[in-house]
């Protein structure tokens, strides 16, 4: 049974299709990618996945269960999380600072009147953040501002938040968009090392990234599916060479 699944799923802006009738199947712990040229309804399909927009028609389920028109929030709480192409973290805060937020939310649930309580008697909060910042190779950075750390140590950082929310599935948004050769190897390796515990989707136009890292491939252009597959397949199909790889171009 996929873990999480897309059945049809469409976005009209007005006139426009942005998304037309797209399913997919993940299974659990795997990585599959999702790519496609500039227009081709990436960030749409990703945003739906993550209840971020609500799809015109079409629907989404998670462990079987239907999950279509919930808001992020509660997405997230269900075990779904996102990370973004644009860095979002708390640049004043420490980097454990910034984990424990997503982790005192994940261990304590909604809005509660004690929520103030000293972050001292958080114990399993901090051991979430530990464990998190150990799995991005962030915990001897720990007591450093967010603000000082490198891009490529941001960039993992808002990996961490993600996974603080102690996810069963990660969404990341071009994780190794803007990095140096070097960041983007270190990026891939630890994405290699999660995947033995969290399941991942990806949006990437790095097809280096895509080829290292996925299992299954899903090409999209105008809106519609047209090609998925290993990336051996998704390499020598004659549509998506045409269509995104010859191009160089991406979302």
């Known amino acids: 049974m996929p873990l999480l699944e897309a059945r049809g799923l469409t976005r009209r802006f007005g006139g426009l299709v942005a998304v037309d009738s797209v399913s997919l199947a993940i299974e659990p712990l795997t990585v599959t990618a999702l790519i496609g040229p500039n227009g081709a309804g990436k960030t749409t399909f990703f945003k739906m996945l ?53 982790a005192l939310a994940a261990t304590r649930g909604r809005f509660k009147l004690d929520a103030l309580v000293p972050l001292s008697s958080a114990k399993k909060a901090r051991a979430i953040a530990a464990e998190v910042l150990q799995q991005v190779d962030l915990l001897e950075r720990r007591a450093l501002r967010a603000s000082d750390l490198s891009y490529g140590e941001k960039r993992r950082l808002e990996v961490a938040l993600a996974l603080a929310t102690q996810p069963e599935v990660l969404l990341l948004d071009e994780p190794a968009a803007g990095m140096s050769p070097t960041e983007r190897t270190s990026m891939v390796e630890m994405l290699q090392s999660l995947r033995k515990s969290v399941t991942i989707v990806i949006v990437e136009h790095d097809m280096d990234v895509v080829f290292g890292l996925a299992d299954r491939v899903v090409v999209l252009q105008d809106g519609k599916q047209i090609a998925e597959g290993s990336p051996a397949e998704i390499r020598g199909h004659p549509r998506v060479q045409e269509a995104y790889l010859g191009t160089g171009e991406a979302e």
């Open 50 to 102: 993550a209840g971020e927009l609500q799809p015109s028609d079409g629907e989404v389920f998670f462990k079987d269960k239907r999950i279509t028109n919930l808001d992020i929030t509660r997405v997230v709480q269900l075990g779904i999380a996102k990370s973004f192409q644009i860095t979002q973290i708390f640049p004043k805060l420490t980097v454990e600072e910034n984990v424990l937020v997503p």
